[in-house]
């Protein structure tokens, strides 16, 4: 029987095999994507960009987070994916409301139940005290979740940095192209097709998520 952690873990090995698949197929779809491109990303992009290490920041703000809020690297996981997933990891789902007509992408339905939005703005906050306007808040968000993985109990990997942020919110394809719950299975094929997943990838992905959600939930809940 599997242990606690040990389904936890393969939960989250699992997101993280969908996240860097679907970073692939993005660059396919959306090659000229101010958010994602080739020729700016790279490791280390904020190096010699700040006075201060800005991933150690993340780190350290994150590792507080952490032991302040267990959960927090699950929230963000979630959150970067729904970013991800409609127009490329460009923060456009951190976009607030301002005029207050529910039109941003985050307040679309399948966005409305996200958190973790302060977790990143704790971190903007500490990044802007070393070096203020510089380091974009996709950046941010995707170098979180990575640390709060590793903090969780999860493995290293490398992160390409050197995103800019969207100043458009896209709230007609957060309703129209993040799979629901209660998606058809059709139409949720039809969605991770066109993150470059074929019917068998998506069938094989899903299929073991389902069985190790219901693990990580037997061995929480009933052990």
């Known amino acids: 029987m599997w242990s606690k952690k040990g389904a936890v873990m393969a939960v989250i090995s699992i997101f993280i095999f969908f996240f860097f698949f679907s970073m692939s197929a993005q660059t396919e ?15 280390n992009y904020y190096v010699d960009k700040c006075e201060r290490d800005v991933e150690e920041i993340v780190w350290s703000t994150m590792h507080r987070i952490v032991l302040m809020q267990h959960n927090a690297p699950a929230q963000l996981l979630r959150l970067l994916f729904h970013d991800c997933f409609v127009g490329g990891c460009d923060a456009s789902v951190l976009l607030a ?33 070393a070096c203020s306007g510089v380091v974009s808040c996709s950046d941010i968000l995707v170098l979180a979740t990575r640390d709060g993985i590793i903090l969780a109990g999860g493995p290293y990997y490398p992160v390409l940095t050197g995103r800019r942020d969207s100043t458009e919110s896209f709230f007609d394809e957060a309703m129209a192209e993040i799979p629901r719950p209660n998606g058809n299975i059709s139409e949720t094929l039809r969605l991770f097709s066109l993150r470059g997943f074929d019917e068998r990838e998506t069938v094989a992905l899903l299929g073991n998520l389902s069985v190790l959600i219901t693990l990580v939930f037997r061995c929480c809940i009933f052990l």
């Open 97 to 129: 409301d301002s005029s207050k007509n529910g039109s941003v992408e985050r307040e679309a339905i399948p966005n409305r139940t996200l958190k973790g939005f302060n977790f990143i703005d704790m971190i903007k906050d500490e990044i802007e005290e």
């Open 29 to 43: 779809i959306a090659p000229e994507s101010d958010a994602l491109t080739a020729s700016t990303l790279r490791y």
